[in-house]
């Protein structure tokens, strides 16, 4: 695809250089001030959720969702493994 269309761009070699760096800028602009804005609200990288609870938190005045408690969650793996205690060896 490349080499068609640089075989396709007009004069010599420094011209379809320079085309080519044009096309490449205007194909970056389109994307960034066009496309990119376009589909920014389709995708979810805003929706971030760590835990179930939605609001947000001071003290005792959590939200919580209807059928849930305020109860701490018990995580499942251990929270100390890739932080070991000092030895004297270190």
């Known amino acids: ?9 007009p004069f010599g070699f420094w011209g379809k250089l320079t085309s ?6 205007a194909v ?3 994307l ?8 920014t609200p389709l995708l979810p990288f805003d929706d971030v959720q ?6 947000q938190q001071s003290g005792s005045d ?3 969702p209807d059928g849930e ?3 701490p969650v018990e995580i499942p793996y251990s929270t ?3 932080d070991p205690e000092p030895t004297p060896s270190r």
């Open 1 to 9: 695809m490349y080499a068609w269309i640089w075989r396709k761009l």
């Open 20 to 25: 080519s760096i044009v096309l490449v800028v």
């Open 28 to 30: 970056g602009a389109l």
């Open 32 to 39: 960034w001030y066009i496309v990119f804005p376009w589909a």
């Open 50 to 55: 760590v835990g179930t609870t939605t609001g």
């Open 62 to 64: 959590a939200v919580v």
């Open 69 to 71: 408690s305020n109860a």
């Open 80 to 82: 100390h493994s890739n």
